[in-house]
């Protein structure tokens, strides 16, 4: 909204002022600003496509495809969950959010390291944490582990 079509409105509520990640020290657009759903989504499907790639590239079973439910079942997940938090440990992002220009970061801009990054991937495999958000735009994941997802460019 511009600030002539504000100034015909009168006083702006303090909540429109603000925008998801403006209480975090987070720049409103751009490098280090909030990651949108649309690029969040765009790596996570991109992070389980290749997982379960590499998936069927180890386990190469034709019983992957049939039922009962098997342990082999859960390769898929454990590729994503591993994937996830070494990518996030070593380069702060997953191959995913790497191709999105997404990046893991603290708030106090030091490294996210092994341990912030194993608490993230456990709660992402646990499903629920990444749904449920603050007002900041942070999932419970992310809130858990001191984390925020921005763009790095």
């Given amino acids: ?5 504000r100034s015909r409105r009168g006083p702006v509520a303090a909540t429109e002022q603000q ?7 987070l ?3 751009g490098r280090g600003a909030l990651a949108g759903w649309g690029a969040r989504i765009t790596a996570l499907l991109l ?23 098997t342990a082999v079942d859960f390769v898929p997940l454990m590729v994503f969950g ?15 959010q790497r191709m999105r220009h997404l990046v893991v970061a603290r708030l106090d801009g030091r490294p996210v390291g092994f341990a912030r990054s194993l608490v993230r991937a456990v709660l ?4 629920i ?3 449920v958000v603050d007002a900041d735009g942070r999932g419970l994941h992310d809130r ?3 984390t925020v997802l921005v763009r790095a460019r």
Avoid: K
């Fill in 27 to 29: 720049p409103e657009d």
């Fill in 19 to 25: 925008y998801a990640g403006y209480r975090l020290g």
């Fill in 124 to 127: 992402v495999l646990l499903v």
């Fill in 129 to 131: 944490p990444p749904l």
């Fill in 1 to 5: 909204m511009s600030e002539q079509e």
């Fill in 144 to 146: 858990l582990a001191g």
């Fill in 47 to 69: 992070d389980w496509l290749l997982a379960n790639l590499v998936a069927v590239a180890l386990v190469r079973d034709a019983s992957v495809w049939q039922a009962p439910v």
């Fill in 82 to 96: 591993v994937q996830i938090w070494l990518m996030t440990a070593f380069v702060g992002a997953s191959i995913g």
